[in-house]
C-alpha cells in the first residue's frame, strides 16, 4: 500500500513505529551515556574550568605573538565546582548521558524521520529535503563546536573571573556550570541553522542573492552586535573572535541561496533589491 492509499490511521500507525525505534535508540544510548559520561566529564564537560583547556592554551599560544590579546596565562586561571543540592551530581549524571545519546542519535533521527516523509516526495522535493537535512546537520554540528570551543569557554572565562569587590568571592555551583553550558551551546548549534533558514526562503523564491550583496555592512554590523550581546565582556578581542563565525553565517547564506532571476520574472515588490 503506498502512501497515498493509506488511511489517516495507517499513517498514525507508521508514524507510532518510528517514533518507538527512536525512543529504542535514545534508551540504547543513554545507557551507553551512563557508562561513558563519568569517564569523560572531567576532560570535555568540566575541561573549560582548568587552565590546560585547548583554546585557552591556542589564546596563550597566540599571546606570545600578539601581544594585544588578552591574558590566558596557563598558570593563572582554574576553577573548582561546588555541588550545593543533595540530588544534583545524580541529576546531571542522567542529564548528561541524556544529552549524549541525543547528540549521538541526531543522524538516526533524521533518517527515521526521512523514511516516514519521503514516500509522500517528490524526486526533486526528495532530493531539496536529502540536502536540507545534511546540510542541516552540518551546521547544527558547527555551530555546537564553535559554542564550546569559543563562545562558552570566553564567556564563562569572563564571567567567572569578573570581580565587582574584592569581599565577594566567586564561587560556581554544578547546576548553574550546567545550565549555562547547555544554553550556550545550545543557542550556537541553532544560530548556525541561518544558512538553512535561507536556503528553504530561497527554495520559496522569496530570497535572492541579491538581497545579501545589498546588505552585507547591514550584516557586519549586526553580526558585531549579536557578538556584544553574547559576549559581555565586551574587549575587542572577543567581539572579534565571536563576530567572525557569526558574519561567515551570512556569507555561507549568500553562497547556498539561488542566484537572481531576471527582473521580469521577480514579483513587483522584490525588484527594487
Known sequence: MSKDEMSFWDHLDELRGHLIRIILA???LTMVGLVIIPKIFDSIILAPTSSNFITYRFFEKGGEYLPFLPDFSADSFSVTILNINMTTQFMTYISTSFAFAVLVAIPYL?????????PA???????NIKKAFTFGGFMFAIGCLVGYFIVFPL?????ITF????????????????????????????VFE????FWILS?????????FRKYRRHAVVGSLVLAALIT?????????VVTIPLYMLWEISAFVVKKDPPVEELPEIFRDF
Request: charged share 15%.
Open 163 to 190: 570581580e565587582l569587590s574584592s569581599h565577594i568571592e566567586n564561587m560556581l555551583s554544578l547546576d548553574s556550570y550546567m545550565s549555562n553550558f547547555y544554553t550556550l551551546i545550545l543557542i550556537m548549534g541553532i
Open 110 to 118: 533524521f533518517y527515521e524521520i526521512w523514511k516516514f516523509i519521503s
Open 26 to 28: 535514545l534508551l540504547v
Open 203 to 211: 527554495s520559496m523564491g522569496l530570497v535572492h542573492r541579491s538581497l
Open 232 to 240: 559581555p565582556s565586551g574587549d575587542p578581542f572577543s567581539l572579534f
Open 155 to 159: 564567556i564563562f572565562r569572563f564571567l
Open 194 to 197: 541561518l544558512p538553512l533558514v
Open 121 to 127: 516526495l517528490y524526486e526533486n522535493e526528495t532530493k
